[in-house]
């Protein structure tokens, strides 16, 4: 009888994959995107919202919500990216900012499809960041990259997540 063939050795993992689900790739992209999203709200807070409806006048937006979405976006971001900065909530924080993330970068791609000279996005407020649609549009996808390895984590840094997870044993019972 002829002897079977050898068995074929498992495929790896690729090294994108390898790094993309790596736990230090998370706490990266995690703490990058959050202080982003802790500084853009945080600056806008620092506005009237007076000033910060005047900022987002410039982009093709219904005038009757520009009063709500002047009100809510800072205190969205700042929480958002505090949330996932801390690590709390993380995957459901994450989803928040890419989603976030995903309107912001339509807005731009509307506002460089319909040519609409905007000089300053006031993504920052007045702390002196000027950026062009394009720029924000950049920045913003890769910023969403950067969300993948935390949505995509095998396990949590440095989170309140895994701080809350390492005491909780699911049926209620605390380990001993």
Same mark, same amino acid.
């Given at each position: 009888?002829?002897?079977?063939?050898?068995?074929?050795?498992?495929?790896?993992?690729?090294?994108?994959?390898?790094?993309?689900?790596?736990?230090?790739?998370?706490?990266?992209?995690?703490?990058?995107?959050?202080?982003?999203?802790?500084?853009?709200?945080?600056?806008?807070?620092?506005?009237?919202?007076?000033?910060?409806?005047?900022?987002?006048?410039?982009?093709?937006?219904?005038?009757?919500?520009?009063?709500?979405?002047?009100?809510?976006?800072?205190?969205?971001?700042?929480?958002?990216?505090?949330?996932?900065?801390?690590?709390?909530?993380?995957?459901?924080?994450?989803?928040?900012?890419?989603?976030?993330?995903?309107?912001?970068?339509?807005?731009?791609?509307?506002?460089?499809?319909?040519?609409?000279?905007?000089?300053?996005?006031?993504?920052?407020?007045?702390?002196?960041?000027?950026?062009?649609?394009?720029?924000?549009?950049?920045?913003?996808?890769?910023? +969403?990259?950067?969300?993948?390895?935390? +949505?995509?984590?095998?396990?949590?840094?440095?989170?309140?997540?895994?701080?809350?997870?390492?005491?909780?044993?699911?049926?209620?019972?605390?380990?001993?």
């Amino acid at each position: 009888m002829p002897a079977a063939p050898p068995a074929k050795p498992a495929p790896r993992a690729s090294w994108w994959y390898r790094l993309g689900t790596h736990p230090a790739a998370a706490l990266a992209g995690r703490l990058l995107v959050g202080a982003v999203f802790i500084v853009a709200g945080g600056s806008k807070l620092l506005l009237p919202p007076e000033e910060v409806e005047a900022l987002l006048r410039q982009y093709p937006l219904p005038a009757a919500a520009l009063p709500f979405i002047a009100r809510l976006l800072p205190w969205l971001e700042l929480l958002s990216g505090t949330a996932l900065f801390i690590g709390f909530y993380t995957t459901a924080a994450a989803a928040l900012v890419a989603v976030q993330l995903a309107a912001f970068s339509l807005l731009m791609g509307v506002v460089l499809v319909q040519g609409i000279p905007i000089a300053d996005c006031g993504c920052f407020g007045h702390l002196g960041v000027r950026e062009t649609p394009a720029q924000v549009l950049v920045r913003d996808v890769v910023l +969403l990259a950067l969300l993948g390895p935390v +949505l995509w984590r095998r396990g949590d840094l440095l989170a309140v997540d895994a701080w809350h997870a390492a005491g909780d044993t699911h049926d209620g019972t605390p380990l001993a």
